[in-house]
């Protein structure tokens, strides 16, 4: 199996829909609100997603995301 990790574009429906198939295959518990919430509304800042792709396949396999958060 051979793969490769990219950068995700979050403006991309295609990535976007990615993303929430794993969390729904895999994090049940997470919801739609939860997602937008991280993704979209983060009160602290920017994310950075990083995709998995499987090839031949082009099958997305994984995300990891790193959020800005605030420490006190």
Same mark, same amino acid.
């Given at each position: 199996? =051979? %793969?490769? !990790?990219?950068? &995700?574009?979050? =403006?991309? %429906?295609?990535?976007?829909?990615? +993303?929430?198939?794993?969390?729904?295959? =895999?994090?049940?518990? +997470? @919801?739609? #609100?939860?997602? &937008?919430?991280?993704?979209?509304? $983060?009160?602290?800042?920017? !994310? %950075? @997603?990083?995709? &998995? +792709?499987?090839?031949?396949?082009? #099958? +997305?396999?994984? $995300?990891?995301?790193?959020?800005?958060?605030?420490?006190?």
């Amino acid at each position: 199996m =051979n %793969y490769q !990790v990219i950068k &995700a574009d979050l =403006n991309s %429906y295609s990535h976007r829909s990615a +993303i929430q198939a794993l969390w729904r295959d =895999n994090l049940s518990y +997470i @919801t739609n #609100k939860r997602f &937008a919430w991280l993704y979209d509304q $983060n009160p602290c800042g920017s !994310v %950075y @997603t990083c995709l &998995a +792709i499987c090839y031949p396949e082009d #099958k +997305i396999i994984g $995300n990891a995301s790193l959020y800005e958060r605030e420490l006190y």
